[in-house]
């Protein structure tokens, strides 16, 4: 076995891992060497020699030559009758440079040779990746989607690295099929049982960090600064913004001319809704700001316990809430603050829409009522409960108590 077809193999291998030949060289070197110190005890007499792109390995000896009979060390020194073979000008006290040619290693020798410089270069091709991708963290790539499990989906990046993407850092209404193009930010880089595993997202608030900054070119430039950003994946998000220089404005840069910059984000993000505010050191104007779009009457603020008790007309307390809670539950996590919500009392005479009791009342009872006109909380208190009981599907016992509920409000 030629040692030039050893390391052609293994050029070929560089190609397919992308290692540079520097690396490339020194692997191959250093697996030489480890064996030459294994079968001669010592490798600093010898010169290794490596050019990838020739194919080329040469491994050269160098020896002292001796007086016959005087060789203590036969791999650093050489009897004179031996060295005269190879030169016969030779003479004692020269050193004698020879080549070692690949079939004086033995066939098992060659075979650990193989295994170690596959080994080795795995081993670098693993490091390699995590040292990569650990840099990564926090940034978006884009990959093609390889194979979709069921609580997974494996994505290949453009040098055919396999990264992850669980179904717990997917956006509810992600749907991907092989061959699809996905982009998401690199979540956590791992290192299982000497493997390199690389976690994706799509539903941390720094993957919508990232594509501001790609979108908004003030928030990449650092003119435009986001202070905090609270998610639910695929339903709604909070951000809030600030910038140093007066002359910009940085929820009108953000959201762009006719929402031209934000559109973008939102498509991405499975028309995921965005609400960009203004930051504050102002408690009480950041979570006013954070409510929008509902319109606070007043506020009241402990800051010992981080609470806020927020006061607005009745029509507003929906609009606070918001399809699913998500609105005060973000604008809670937004500003830090525990917001508790009140109809102000200042209001009672004005009437309240029946949709506004749908967290007391069940809808299809709602639903009854409005069958029959009652689209207000007086309009149901006008009525008499048998009135009700004649008009509705509804038993009489449940009128009393939708009569109970709405007099509360009154009060």
């Not at 291998?13 to 060497?33: A, L, Q, S």
């Not at 049982?193 to 993957?207: A, K």
Request: proline share 3%; net charge negative.
């Amino acid at each position: 076995m030629e040692h030039i077809n050893l390391v052609e193999t293994f050029s070929e291998f560089k190609e397919f891992k992308n290692i540079d030949r520097e690396t490339m060289m020194r692997i191959i070197e250093d697996v030489f060497r480890h064996m030459l110190i294994k079968k001669h005890g010592s490798d600093e007499n010898f010169n290794v020699i490596v050019n990838i792109d020739k194919g080329d390995l040469e491994i050269w000896r160098n020896r002292e030559i001796v007086e016959d009979g005087a060789v203590e060390d036969d791999n650093r020194q050489i009897a004179y009758s031996e060295a005269i073979k190879i030169e016969p000008d030779f003479e004692v006290g020269e050193e004698v440079t020879e080549e070692i040619k690949m079939k004086d290693f033995g066939r098992r020798e060659i075979l650990t040779i193989r295994q170690n410089l596959m080994s080795k270069i795995q081993e670098y091709e693993k490091d390699n990746i995590f040292k990569k991708y650990k840099e990564k963290i926090g940034e978006i790539i884009s990959g093609e989607v390889y194979q979709v499990w069921k609580k997974e989906i494996l994505v290949l990046d453009d040098e055919y690295i396999e990264l992850t993407l669980p179904r717990s850092e997917q956006i509810p209404s992600d749907f991907y099929r092989k061959g699809d193009t996905l982009r998401a930010v690199v979540s956590k880089v791992d290192m299982r049982n000497n493997t390199p595993v690389i976690v994706l997202s799509r539903t941390s608030p720094s993957f919508l960090e990232r594509l501001f900054e790609s979108e908004v070119p003030e928030v990449y430039d650092g003119l435009i600064t986001i202070r905090n950003i609270v998610r639910v994946p695929g339903e709604r998000a909070k951000i809030a913004v600030e910038s140093y220089d007066d002359r910009i404005d940085p929820v009108g840069a953000c959201v762009g001319m006719k929402g031209s910059r934000i559109h973008g984000i939102v498509r991405e993000l499975r028309n995921e809704n965005i609400d960009v505010i203004n930051f504050t050191a102002n408690p009480s104007l950041y979570i006013t700001r954070a409510l929008s779009p509902a319109k606070i009457s007043s506020i009241s603020i402990n800051e010992s316990t981080k609470r806020a008790d927020v006061y607005m007309k009745p029509d507003q307390v929906s609009l606070a809430i918001g399809k699913g809670g998500y609105n005060i539950k973000l604008a809670s996590k937004l500003t830090g603050y525990e917001i508790d919500v009140y109809r102000d009392t200042d209001f009672d005479n004005e009437d309240v829409d029946l949709q506004e009791f749908s967290d007391e009342i069940d809808q299809w009872i709602i639903d009854e009522l409005k069958t029959i006109g009652c689209d207000t909380a007086r309009s149901v208190l006008d009525l008499s409960i048998e009135e009700l009981v004649n008009r509705t599907d509804l038993e009489e016992e449940t009128i009393k108590e939708v009569i109970r509920i709405l007099r509360s409000e009154f009060e």
